[in-house]
T-cell receptor, first 107, second 120 residues
């Protein structure tokens, strides 16, 4: 299975901050990397697919990037509704695997 | 807008078989270029992809669960199902059904999730 390592495990930020979350694959996955966020008691929701494509309806403050096997999710101007847990997921090879998650909390 | 809804027993005893159904509305599970998937999440933990079924009925499973998992579909009811045999406490989790567009391979729609607990 492809291993996805996400960092940090948690981060504290304020409304209006710019934050980045990183995800590293243990082998090449091209651009087959997706980002989700999840609020407590809710299902995940996709934000970014294909490393950098914004899912329809997702605000443009979310963006994704890739450098080799390193991927980043950036949120510019964090909003109150963005405090959640974020997961990366590789879809290069089955079984799809997820990062451990990054919990974004209010400072 | 597709809508997915999981249903099934919430409490099982060890060694029993978990059986969940995902009812789909707003789209057909037997047409279009979509996979229909199951994903689970133990309490306070991350996400684990269980497997999926294509519109043609072709399935693929996570090798870690393959010996115990069956995903099937009932096109007349527009439902797909998950069976996981010989459950243990380690199978306690929230189970989500989801839709994955073919080629993009991400879950673009999820059910709300259903908690299945395994306890003696």
């Amino acid at each position: 299975d492809i291993q996805m390592t996400q960092s940090p495990a948690s981060l504290s930020a304020s409304v209006g901050d710019r934050i980045s979350i990183t995800c590293r694959a243990n082998q090449s996955i091209s651009t087959f990397l997706n980002w989700y966020h999840q609020k407590p008691g809710k299902a995940p929701k996709v934000l970014i697919y294909g490393a950098s494509s914004l899912q329809s309806g997702v605000p443009s403050r979310f963006s994704g990037s890739r450098s080799g096997t390193d991927f980043a999710l950036t949120i510019t101007s964090l909003q109150p509704e963005d405090f959640a847990t974020y997961y990366c997921q590789q879809s290069f090879n089955t079984p799809w695997t997820f990062g451990q998650g990054t919990k974004v909390v209010i400072k | 807008q597709v809508h997915l809804q999981e249903s099934g027993p919430g409490l099982l005893k060890p060694s029993q078989t978990l059986s969940l159904t995902c009812s789909v509305s707003g789209g057909s599970i037997s047409s279009g270029n979509y996979y229909w998937s199951w994903i689970r999440q133990p309490a306070g933990e991350g996400l684990e992809w269980i497997g999926r079924i294509y519109t043609t009925g072709t399935t693929i499973y996570n090798p870690s669960l393959k010996s115990r998992v069956t995903i099937s579909r009932d096109t007349s009811k527009n439902q797909f199902s998950l069976k996981l045999s010989s459950v243990t406490a380690a199978d306690t989790a929230v189970y989500f059904c989801a839709r994955e567009p073919e080629g993009d391979d991400y879950a673009d729609s999820f059910g709300q999730g259903t908690l299945v607990a395994v306890s003696s």
